[in-house]
């Protein structure tokens, strides 16, 4: 059954467990998002402007920020992340496989931006002083994200839309509804 964020976060922050293991897949999502927009630029970054690719590059350096801040959430908070871990590529395995250029590429990543602000605006707006330190690290990744969601639908121009159906399929993949 489909979810909406509100009943996700709730659920997932009132179970230690889960919360636990949702803050590991952050990490590696995050550190996963570098290395698909790095996959993105070997593959189609001969299509892209020279201001596209620097655009794309920012970006990497900011979700491997986020990545840091992540870890250090962790860290923080005693939660083992462990070795050798890999991102479980739910949503970008219904995504990846049916883009052919740049700006294909540039249209999922504004998706997959869309996606996650939600949550992220969800979970930097929280009071819940047990979670506090999240609300502050997700208020910091907030403004990145917005960016990021603003420039890859710029970028994504001639592409627009080009991937929503198997943006749906992702979604679907993570059993996930977008609006209350």
Known sequence: MAHTTKEWWANTK??????????????VGELAAVNLL?????????????????????VMGQEALHAKWMRDICVDRSIFLENNASAQERYWKEV????????????????????????????AADEDLKISDLAKVFAKILPHEEWHEEVFGAIRHSAAGSTTKYHKKGLEALNLVLSD
């Open 14 to 27: 009132s179970d230690p467990e889960k919360l636990a293991s949702w803050l590991q897949r952050q990490y």
């Open 38 to 58: 790095s996959e993105v630029l070997l593959r189609f970054g001969g299509e892209a402007t020279t201001e596209e690719w620097d655009t794309v590059y920012r």
């Open 96 to 123: 990846l496989p049916n883009i052919s250029s740049f700006h294909e590429a540039m249209d999922a990543a504004f998706h997959a931006e869309h996606m996650r602000l939600e949550r992220i605006r969800e979970i």
